[in-house]
């Protein structure tokens, strides 16, 4: 059995829930669920790119006004979660990102967002 190193409650977002990462936040990708502590996303890319582990992100709900930017995160993880070949290949892959000290607004924000765009908590 493992041991669960989670620190904070990870809720569920609404579907209109995306994250971007990176210096041009180039990575957009669908959040899979959400803490005071950080988040995990998933993208779809045509490429196996490196990622840089201290990055920035952004939370943004699509159709609201709603965004969270310039939030310092690392990033934990990003493993592919599956391949799929047409006459291109695409990737689609999850990424796990922990957040840095965020500022008081920040950290306020996000405990907004928690609140108000999430349907339940994830075991």
């Known amino acids: 059995m493992g041991y669960d190193q989670r620190q904070h409650t990870r809720f569920l ?3 209109n ?8 936040y180039t990575i957009v ?17 045509d490429e196996n790119q490196y990622l840089e582990p201290s ?4 939370i943004f709900l699509f159709g609201n006004n ?15 979660a599956r391949v799929f070949k047409t006459d291109r290949q695409f990737i689609n892959k999850r990424c796990g990102v922990q957040f840095g000290v965020l500022t008081e607004n920040q950290s306020g924000q996000l405990g907004y967002f928690i609140e108000n765009y999430t349907v339940g908590s994830s075991s």
Do not use: H, R
């Not at 990708?29 to 890319?45: L, M, P, R, V």
């Not at 990055?55 to 952004?58: F, P, V």
């Open 66 to 80: 709603f965004n969270l930017s310039e939030m310092p995160c690392t990033i934990v993880y990003d493993t592919t």
């Open 17 to 24: 829930a995306f994250a971007a990462l990176g210096s041009e």
């Open 55 to 58: 990055q920035k992100i952004e």
């Open 13 to 15: 977002p609404t579907d």
């Open 29 to 45: 990708g669908n959040i899979k669920d959400i803490s005071k502590g950080g988040i995990a996303f998933s993208y779809i890319t």
